[in-house]
């Protein structure tokens, strides 16, 4: 079965291109052959389409895979039909901060608050201020000692 299933799958992949090439005339315009592609196949499909050898794609390599692969026992009399198919490409780059600006644009933001950010925020203004203005008390002591200083020199 698998040798019969191998050619008949390199026969459908290498004629997919000509099949598509092939329902285009040739009697059409190159504008009316681009037109239909591209609005098929979007705007990046203006191009003409790869190779299989640009693309990866062997067909020795699937044909050894497909000899290689172990049958599946038969579980029934039924057509049971298993196949097994691995893909092997490149993945296609994700750019995944695409149109995102990471240039400094201002003040830096910071974190979570500080403990004294916390405590301005949360206690009421009423205990907020000092009870008592200890500055001007302390300022008024000191000139009062530096005045008996002055006096005593004398």
Do not use: C
């Amino acid at each position: 079965m698998r040798r019969l299933v191998a050619p008949i799958l390199i026969v459908a992949v290498g004629l997919a291109p000509a099949a598509q090439a092939a329902q285009t005339t040739p009697a059409d315009p190159p504008s009316a052959q681009a037109e239909p592609q591209a609005s098929r196949n979007g705007p990046a499909a203006t191009g003409a389409l790869p190779t299989p050898e640009q693309l990866g794609v062997s067909f020795e390599r699937i044909k050894r895979e497909l000899k290689e692969t172990p049958p599946t026992p038969r579980t029934s009399s039924v057509l049971h039909l298993e196949f097994h198919v691995d893909v092997y490409g490149k993945a296609p780059k994700i750019d995944l901060l695409a149109g995102v600006d990471l240039r400094p644009t201002g003040a830096v933001r910071y974190g979570g608050m500080t403990h004294q950010e916390f405590l301005d925020v949360t206690t009421p203004q009423a205990f907020k201020s000092p009870p008592a203005d200890l500055l001007s008390l302390f300022t008024a002591a000191i000139q009062q000692l530096v005045k008996k200083q002055e006096n005593k020199d004398k």
